[in-house]
């Protein structure tokens, strides 16, 4: 009730839409930068502090920002605390497919085309997979930031339609 009522409330106060979610965006990217990501790479720099864990800390801050924005897109279209179930859904998804896709040809649960392993490298979970095996460079890079700023604009698109357009998604769950 209290998010309803917090988002009510700035609509009422006049902030259009984009506010809405740019503030959402700012203050919890912030939020789970400071609380989450920056320790969790200070232990990597302690651990190991060379280029090439400099590098992975920067494609995991990527898939990390692409993830947060998915958070909340679909938090911001569904509405509904339900909703952060398909950010779970997701996650668990990419690690079956991202697992079985890195997994040797001899030890292949299912045989994969060449098309389908590389369809696979776009997922984040691979790339994070990928990068903490070592095997970084600049086209993982950069799938990680098409990645990025295509999913970004699909999920503001989503919750900018949802809150323009009044969408009140119900789950069944509950």
């Known amino acids: 009730h209290y998010t309803n009522r917090t988002a009510h409330y700035e609509i009422v106060d006049g902030a259009n839409v984009h506010k809405l979610i740019w503030y959402r965006i700012i203050v ?16 990597m720099l302690i651990y190991s502090h060379n280029l090439k864990t400099i590098m992975a800390i920067a ?3 990527i898939v990390f920002l692409r993830m947060t924005m998915f958070v909340i ?5 569904i509405k509904t605390g339900e909703g952060i179930v398909l950010a779970y859904v997701r996650i ?7 697992m079985l896709g ?11 085309s060449d098309t389908v392993v590389a369809i696979f490298g776009w997922l984040p979970a691979t790339e994070c997979t990928l990068a903490a095996n070592g095997f970084l460079s600049g086209g ?7 990645g990025f700023i295509i999913e970004f604009a699909i999920m503001y698109a989503l919750a900018y339609t949802s809150h323009k357009r009044k969408w009140y998604v119900r789950t069944t769950i509950g």
């Open 28 to 43: 919890y990217t912030s939020l789970l930068t400071v609380m989450y990501f920056i320790p969790l790479s200070l232990i």
């Open 59 to 61: 494609l995991f801050y």
């Open 73 to 77: 897109g679909i938090s911001m279209t």
């Open 92 to 98: 668990i998804l990419e690690n079956i497919v991202s």
């Open 102 to 112: 890195l997994a040797s040809n001899e030890d292949a649960v299912i045989s994969m």
């Open 140 to 146: 993982l890079v950069v799938k990680a930031l098409i």
